[in-house]
């Protein structure tokens, strides 16, 4: 019996210093390369400023900061322009097909961004289809959409989603007796929305919108695809890296630390801000749907609907493409329709397919496994190591996606651990960046969990390990499973790391529609665009059928 | 009788603080033992500490003459019952109340004669094959119930189980517990804040404030002879009076503000002109209207307002010194006394307690 409490405890002890090392192999490892790299001048090896120095003093460098900030505010502001009346709309009113409405609004933020550029391009760059279309028939050019205007486009039909995810969970905690109360003191309507209903929701939508700032501050696909001359930091940071010419580790990994201390003072102001801001509701009667008016009906349906339909045209639109025919390199579209981007991808490129699945499976059942480890340690045996893990967890929030991709390489190109180029260097960075989201639910999960529910389970006799097993385990599993599907989703997408860690062998399907879409118009990129869409409906509905709710976390 | 959890000189701290400083019990085997007290007082520390949940700082807890102090929970071979159930929800009731046997590796046949039994006896078979979220509290309370009681334990435990169920359901529930563990005879240690609920289930209770046993005893014992005020008040509802002693060769007796003397000959320790607490309960208290009443041979009192309750009519008087006073009588068929009306209070000696003024020590023999 001694000897059995005994190897219980070694088990969280082995578990905890396990994580430990992994966090500082994989993680506290290469940051700090990264921030050694960039304080140490590359000829001379010794400690020097002159990278940051260079940054902050040439204009090509330094703009890119500010044109980063211009970006990533205004896509801020109109993310929370459209989402949030959306989601009052939403909650508020009877809208036909509110499940699919749902469906499609998330649907439309569950592609790389850098896609949806792609598609706008094609669309309305300067051959694109509606731009032509104007031209032949009302002899009018419209404005070019490259630069700060098309990123602002593509983010923000990408991202308002965002906003409209968190503020019609606020609107769910809405008391229905408060706008009864409210409406009994005179106030209804518009009035109302914002002297009650928008005070209500403003943490959420402060937190929607900061979140929103970090992603569009982060994305780099965007810019590299649609900004033209209108470059960001990210851009740089990968240009720097691995650009065609004049490359610069160091300097690249300065900039890296740049975008790390200011990422990681937006992620303070926002800590403090919803904390500041923060009350708790929960209703006890949720709001009650009503049926507007046939005009405002209209509209309604109007304004929903229009929305989704802007921000999927893109998708729509590379599907149309994925079934033309083209040319015998794939590269031209014809008229007619066929079926030779798929025969070429299916012939040549099915190994991304394969990788996609791969590489992104195992990195989600290591999330999984280590989510639950994690947060149970967090929550539920609390010491010091365990608060440092905890700590350590939260850190690649404010990693940017290509600092991640930089350090692991800096890291491991040596011959102890020679991970560059392999699958498992990919899945390390999938997992570092997706972690620490799974962890946050796990821990609100668990959390949920009454401790007298173990304590039940041990006072039965099972051991702390059965109970974990038997009871904790399935206990967090509805939601866990839940929230692994979106993280599949946010995996088979991702591109900032793996666009510097892939090699030929390791290639995923988004990363393989980057490199072909980069080159030019393509009916294949198309085509791997259209599969990868059907595995997101099809994650996303199997999302729907596990779901208690509907509840989506992101 | 035989005493079956012996504890010893427990203490517990958490941290700094001492939540139970120096506590000594016994329970006998068979014994349905309740900690009673105050929200806060140390109740469910103490039987945390018994079910092998808290650390114990310092103490010996026994089963038998087995010392458990190390002893896993999982080895302890308690059945416990929780404030919120604890029910697993993922898992049917069936498997709920089989759970704790399939830890201990029984042939499958026995697990399910062994659950079905104790489901028929919480009356819960009919959803045996459902998901406990699907049932109402009471449910859910006799599968926990069920589920504790299965493993067919040494000692049972429970922390405020019904606290959770509405009024009704609460006095249901009570009978049923005291029912079944009248039936099995399992050694049973019960924690709650409602002393009603105490005295309803319990064999002996043990009266806690602030981590230490004011007083243990039967339900009776403790309503009729508390040893301290603080127990004379927990229990049930009482008037605390102002008295001094006075000692003659008539015998002793009380002496109360407005010249009402009150022979007591039953105590003990006292002092002439000692000021006294004495606790009074509201049924102790009897109304004399008419030729009885009148100063010296009464409490002169004034009807505030009364209240009628059916069986019970209950009065808030004022005595002269402004002090409220609550008086419970046996509805009667003629008027009730109206507000506002001169009476007059008489005291039934020997149901009474008297304390030492700062209420630890009682004077009654
Ligand atoms: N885990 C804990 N950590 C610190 N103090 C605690 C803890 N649990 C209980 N206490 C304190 O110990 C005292 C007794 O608590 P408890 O046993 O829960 O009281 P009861 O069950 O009688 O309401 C209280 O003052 C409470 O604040
Ligand atoms: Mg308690």
């Not at chain 2, 659950?115 to 028929?120: D, E, H, I, Q, V």
Request: with cysteine.
């Amino acid at each position: 019996m001694v000897r059995q409490r005994k190897w219980q405890h070694d088990f969280w002890f082995v578990a905890s210093f396990a994580i430990l090392g992994l966090y500082l192999l994989f993680m506290v490892y290469p940051l700090s390369t990264v921030v050694r790299q960039s304080v140490v001048d590359e000829t001379t090896g010794r400690f020097s400023l002159r990278y940051m120095r260079q940054f902050f003093s040439q204009p090509y460098y330094y703009r890119t900061l500010l044109n980063s900030f211009k970006v990533a505010i205004t896509t801020g502001f109109a993310a929370v322009i459209v989402g949030t009346p959306l989601a009052y709309l939403y909650t508020m009113y009877e809208v036909r097909g509110r499940k699919t409405l749902q469906l499609l609004i998330i649907l439309s933020s569950m592609s790389a961004p850098f896609i949806g550029a792609y598609a706008w391009i094609l669309l309305l760059g300067r051959a694109g289809a509606i731009t032509k279309f104007i031209q032949t028939t009302f002899g009018y050019t419209i404005p070019n959409i490259y630069g700060f205007s098309g990123i602002l486009l593509v983010l923000t039909t990408k991202l308002f989603p965002l906003v409209f995810l968190y503020v019609s969970g606020a609107l769910k905690n809405v008391d229905n007796s408060l706008l009864e109360a409210s409406a009994n003191m005179g106030c209804t309507g518009v009035k109302r929305f914002f002297t009650v209903v928008l005070p209500l929701c403003m943490p959420s939508i402060l937190a929607a919108s900061l979140m929103v700032f970090m992603r569009a501050l982060a994305d780099f696909g965007t810019p590299l695809m649609i900004g033209e001359g209108y470059m960001t930091f990210p851009v740089i940071i990968y240009n720097q890296y691995i650009g065609e010419v004049g490359t610069n580790q160091n300097f690249a990994s300065a900039i890296s630390v740049i975008a790390i201390i200011i990422t990681l003072c937006f992620f303070l102001v926002q800590r403090y801000l919803s904390n500041r801001h923060s009350f708790s509701m929960s209703a006890m009667h949720s709001l009650e749907r009503k049926k507007a008016s046939a005009v405002g009906n209209f509209f309604i349906h109007l304004y929903a609907y229009g929305v989704v339909a802007i921000s999927l045209l893109p998708q729509v639109y590379l599907i149309f493409l994925s079934f033309r025919k083209t040319s015998t390199a794939g590269i031209v579209f014809l008229e007619g329709y066929s079926l030779k981007s798929y025969q070429q991808v299916f012939s040549n490129m099915g190994g991304s397919i394969w990788n996609t699945i791969r590489i992104c499976g195992i990195a989600l059942f290591i999330i999984i496994v280590l989510a639950i480890l994690i947060s149970y340690l967090v929550v539920r045996r609390r010491n010091i190591t365990n608060a440092i893990i905890d700590s350590l967890s939260m850190i690649p929030y404010i990693i940017p996606g290509a600092v991640v991709g930089i350090s692991l390489i800096t890291s491991f190109n040596n011959p102890y651990l020679p991970l560059v180029g392999t699958a498992t260097i990919m899945i390390v960075s999938m997992v570092i960046r997706r972690i620490p989201y799974t962890i946050r639910s796990s821990v609100a999960i668990l959390s949920q969990i009454p401790l007298s529910i173990d304590e039940a389970a041990e006072s039965l006799g099972a051991g702390k390990i059965k109970t974990l097993v038997q009871i904790t385990v399935p206990m967090m599993l509805n939601g866990i499973f839940a929230g692994a599907i979106m993280s599949w989703v946010t995996l088979i997408t991702e591109l900032s790391s793996s666009i510097l860690l892939y090699s030929f062998r390791t290639q995923t399907l988004n990363v393989a529609i980057y490199t072909m879409v980069a080159k030019g118009a393509d009916g294949r990129a198309c085509a791997l665009s259209t599969i990868l869409m059907l595995f997101t409906v099809a994650s996303l509905l199997l999302f729907n059928k596990f779901s208690k709710d509907g509840e989506i976390m992101l | 009788m035989e005493s079956w959890i012996k504890i010893r000189n427990a203490m517990k701290k958490y941290g700094d603080f001492v939540a139970i400083p120096d506590i000594s019990l016994d329970i006998a085997r068979g014994e349905f033992f309740t900690l009673l007290g105050p929200s806060g007082c140390g109740k469910t520390t103490l039987l945390r500490m018994i079910a092998g949940f808290n650390t114990i700082e310092g103490g010996e807890f026994y089963f038998g003459d087995r010392l458990i102090n190390d002893l896993d929970p999982a080895k302890r071979n308690i059945g416990m019952v929780f404030q919120n159930y604890a029910i697993f929800p993922h898992l049917s009731v069936r498997k709920n109340v089989a759970f704790g046997l399939t830890n201990r590796k029984f042939p499958q046949e026995t697990i399910q004669r062994q659950a079905t039994k104790f489901m028929k006896l919480m009356k819960i078979e009919e959803y045996a094959d459902r998901l406990p979220e699907k049932l109402s509290g009471g449910q859910q309370q006799r599968v926990a119930l069920a589920r504790a009681l299965a493993i067919e334990p040494e000692v049972l435990l429970m922390d405020e189980p019904l606290s959770n169920l509405d009024a009704k359901l609460r006095v249901e529930m009570r009978e049923v517990i005291k029912e079944i563990q009248n039936r099995l005879r399992i050694t049973t240690v019960y924690v709650t804040h409602d002393q009603e609920e105490a005295m309803a289930v319990s064999d002996r209770i043990a009266v806690m404030d602030r981590g230490t046993i004011q007083q243990i005893g039967s339900p009776k014992e403790l309503y009729q002879r508390p040893s301290n005020l603080f127990v004379a008040t927990f229990l049930g509802r009482t008037n605390i009076l102002d008295a001094t002693l006075y000692l003659s060769e008539d015998g002793n007796g009380l002496h109360f503000a407005g010249g009402y003397d009150l022979p007591m000959p039953n105590l003990k320790n006292v002092k002439n002109g000692q000021r006294v607490a004495v606790s009074v309960r509201p049924e102790e208290l009897v109304i004399k209207e008419g030729e009885d009443v009148g100063r010296g041979k009464c409490l002169m009192a004034k009807v505030v307002y009364s209240t009628f309750l059916g069986l019970n009519t209950h009065y808030i008087v004022e005595l002269e010194n402004e002090k409220r006073v609550e008086i419970i009588q046996e509805s009667q068929i003629y008027d009730i006394i109206e507000n506002g009306t001169v009476i007059g209070l008489t005291i039934k000696a020997e149901k009474i307690n008297v304390f030492t003024e700062d209420g630890l020590t009682s004077l009654v023999k």
